[in-house]
Nanobody, 115 residues
Framework: QVQLVESGGGLVQPGGSLRLSCAASGFTFSTYAMGWYRQAPGTQRELVARIFTNSDTWNEESVKGRFTISRDNAKHTVYLQMNTLKPEDTAVYFC?????????WGQGTQVTVSS
């Protein structure tokens, strides 16, 4: 059974930091590109960052220099370190696993940036 379980969300003040984790099971983690998406109320889900099987990364323009995605294949876990958070980063953050023919999603974790 495939599972992606996110953790680490919460309420943080502007300028603060959070580290999201996504623990994966039920598939061969090292062969999947992993990503973090987010969805704010009334908007479409958008890709924030992705890390490929060779550990190359891609970041959405608005988070460059602030967010860092990483993976630990031994722990089957992907992380999103979020620094200098802004109110516009407020959203539900979803973990995603993708290879050439399969895509899996986590249930999401809420991140709220507010004073």
């Amino acid at each position: 059974q495939v599972q992606l379980v996110e953790s680490g969300g919460g309420l943080v003040q502007p300028g603060g930091s959070l580290r999201l984790s996504c623990a994966a099971s039920g598939f061969t983690f090292s062969t999947y590109a992993m990503g973090w998406y987010r969805q704010a109320p009334g908007t479409q889900r958008e890709l924030v960052a992705r890390i490929f099987t060779n550990s190359d990364t891609w970041n959405e323009e608005s988070v460059k220099g602030r967010f860092t995605i990483s993976r630990d294949n031994a722990k089957h876990t992907v992380y999103l370190q979020m620094n200098t958070l802004k109110p516009e980063d407020t959203a539900v953050y979803f973990c995603n696993a993708q290879n050439f023919d399969r895509t899996y999603w986590g249930q999401g974790t809420q991140v709220t940036v507010s004073s």
